[in-house]
């Protein structure tokens, strides 16, 4: 780990240290000792549904991931997708019901920020000091 792993955003030298995570559970993270953590990153990075994932969830990603695991935005539509925007425009307030779907981190920053351009006629954005945006155009000029 120390010889070959670096880190994705900021020193290598920090990930050193980091202990060596077997599974986790609901929101607890284990390590190869059988030590537990709270994993306060799991919400906020990309495991909403905590580690013990419904056995109907893992189905249909199963079942989507044997039939078509992805397709860009700009290339196709998908029923899935199609779906997906009818049954929100359903459920949200009436003056949103348009849905966009993007592939990465970089690629939603870098529509927020030209919907918040477009929307407000203002180049500028504001961003957090110090924080990683993405690999796009934009995203990488607010990082």
């Given at each position: ?45 990309c495991t909403n549904l905590g580690y013990d994932v ?90």
């Amino acid at each position: 780990s120390a010889e070959h792993v670096m880190a994705t955003w900021g020193p290598s030298s920090a990930v050193k240290d980091l202990p060596i995570i077997s599974h986790g559970e609901g929101c607890y993270l284990y390590d190869v000792d059988g030590n537990r953590y709270l994993d306060w990153t799991c919400q906020a990075i990309c495991t909403n549904l905590g580690y013990d994932v419904p056995v109907a969830v893992m189905d249909s990603v199963s079942k989507q991931m044997g039939r078509l695991p992805m397709v860009y935005g700009g290339l196709g539509n998908t029923e899935i997708r199609v779906r997906l925007s009818a049954l929100l425009s359903e459920l949200l307030p009436a003056d949103i019901n348009g849905f966009l779907f993007p592939c990465s981190g970089a690629e939603a920053n870098e529509a927020a920020i030209r919907i918040a351009r477009r929307f407000t006629g203002r180049s500028k954005i504001i961003n957090q000091y110090r924080s990683y945006h993405g690999g796009t155009t934009n995203a990488l000029a607010a990082t």
